[in-house]
C-alpha cells in the first residue's frame, strides 16, 4: 500500500486495523451525533460519497471518488452538492484524529461505515485514493438533475459505465436520507424508515399512489395514503420506463437481492476512476460493523 497522504511524516504503512480503528471512530461519531436530521448523519455521508464518484466520465477518465475534489469551492459549489458541507464537516474531526488517511479515501470509508452501521449489506473497501488540487474538480452538470426522466438517467449514468440494471440498484440508495427545500428545493422523505437500509423504496414506488404535490417547490410527488412521503421525477422514471421496471419489482420482491445487487454496484460506484495498486482487487477489506 503506498497511498498515504502527503501531510504522513515518517514511514506508515496502515494496514486492515488501522482502517477498521477509522471504521469505528465514524460508526461511534455516528450513535454520538444522533441530534441530526432523522437521528444520524448516515444518510448525507452516504450522499458524499455518491457525489464524490458520481462525476466520473469513463471517455475522459476524470472524476470519481480519487481526488477528493468537492474540498475545493468550484465543485463543492455545484448546485448539486449543496448541503453536503455538513457531512465534510462530520469527518474533520476523524481527519484530525487519523491525518494518514486521504479526504478521497476517509468520504468513501465513510459511505461504506454508514451503509453497514445502517443495517445494509456488507461493502467491501479498498484504500488508493489520493487527493487532488483544485485543477482537478470537475465542470457542473456530472451529476443527475431530479427534474428530469429515463432519457437523463442513462446518458448520466452510461456516462459513469453503468447499466440499467445497476441504475436502478443504485437508486435504492433513496431509502435513505431525505430532501431539504434549503438544499435542493425538493422536501421530504422517500420511506418511513430513513436511517435504515431496505428495499422499501421499490415497494412504495410499486405499491403506493402518487400524485403531484400542490405547493410551490419543484415539481415532486407524495403519497396518497400520508401524504408525508416524496418521489422526486426521476426516481418516477424507475417504474414507468419498462426496462428499469423489471428490475424495481425484482428488488421489491427479493430483499436478499437488493442488497446483493446494491452491494455490487455500490463498491463499482465508489471506485471509479481510482488507480488502484495491482493485484488489490481480490484482497479488500470487510469491516465489522459495530452492532
Ligand atoms: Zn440521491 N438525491 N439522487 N442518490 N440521495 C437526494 C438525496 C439523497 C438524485 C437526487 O437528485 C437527489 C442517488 C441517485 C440520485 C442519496 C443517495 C443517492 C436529493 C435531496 C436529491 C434531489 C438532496 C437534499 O435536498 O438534501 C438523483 C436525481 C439521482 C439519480 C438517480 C444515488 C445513486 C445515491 C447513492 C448510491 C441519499 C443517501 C440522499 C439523502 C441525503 C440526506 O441528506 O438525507
Redesign the pocket.
Known amino acids: 500500500f503506498s497511498g498515504s497522504s502527503g501531510e504522513t511524516k515518517g514511514i506508515f504503512t496502515p494496514k486492515f486495523e488501522d482502517y477498521q480503528k477509522i471504521y469505528n471512530e465514524i460508526a461511534a461519531r455516528l450513535e454520538e451525533k444522533d441530534d441530526y ?2 437521528g444520524s448523519y448516515g ?2 455521508l ?2 458524499l ?2 457525489h464524490a464518484s ?1 462525476t466520473f466520465d469513463k471517455e475522459t477518465g476524470t472524476g470519481g471518488s480519487n481526488g477528493a475534489t468537492m474540498r475545493f469551492a468550484p465543485e463543492g459549489d455545484h448546485g ?1 452538492n ?2 453536503l458541507v ?2 465534510r464537516d462530520f469527518l474533520e474531526p476523524v481527519k484530525a484524529k487519523y491525518p494518514w488517511i486521504t479526504y478521497s479515501d476517509l468520504w468513501i470509508l465513510a459511505g461504506v461505515c454508514a451503509i453497514q452501521e445502517m443495517q445494509g449489506p456488507t461493502i467491501p473497501y479498498r484504500p488508493g485514493r489520493s487527493d487532488k488540487d483544485v485543477a482537478a474538480c470537475t465542470p457542473d452538470g456530472r ?4 427534474s ?1 426522466g429515463n432519457k437523463h ?1 442513462r446518458n ?2 452510461y456516462r459513469m459505465g453503468f447499466n440499467d440494471q445497476e ?1 436502478v440498484a ?2 435504492g ?2 431509502a ?12 421530504g ?1 422517500w420511506t418511513f424508515s ?1 436511517t435504515v437500509v431496505t428495499n422499501e423504496y421499490y415497494k412504495l414506488l410499486l405499491n403506493e399512489k402518487w400524485n403531484w404535490k400542490k405547493w410551490n417547490g419543484p415539481k415532486q410527488l407524495e403519497d396518497k395514503t400520508t401524504k408525508t412521503l416524496m418521489m ?1 421525477p ?2 418516477m422514471a424507475i417504474v414507468s420506463d419498462k426496462a428499469f421496471k423489471e428490475w424495481a419489482v425484482k428488488y421489491a420482491k427479493d430483499e436478499e437481492l437488493f442488497f446483493k445487487d446494491f452491494s455490487n454496484v ?1 463498491v463499482k ?1 465508489f471506485e471509479l476512476g481510482v488507480p488502484f495498486a495491482e493485484n488489490t482487487e481480490q484482497s479488500k477489506m470487510i469491516f465489522k460493523p459495530t452492532s
Open positions: 436530521d432523522d444518510p448525507v452516504v450522499r460519497a455518491w458520481g448539486a449543496a448541503g455538513a457531512a451529476l443527475p438533475d431530479a428530469q438517467l448520466i449514468f441504475i443504485l437508486s440508495a433513496h435513505l436520507g431525505r430532501c431539504h427545500s434549503t438544499r435542493s428545493g425538493f422536501e422523505p430513513p422526486l426521476t426516481d455500490i460506484l
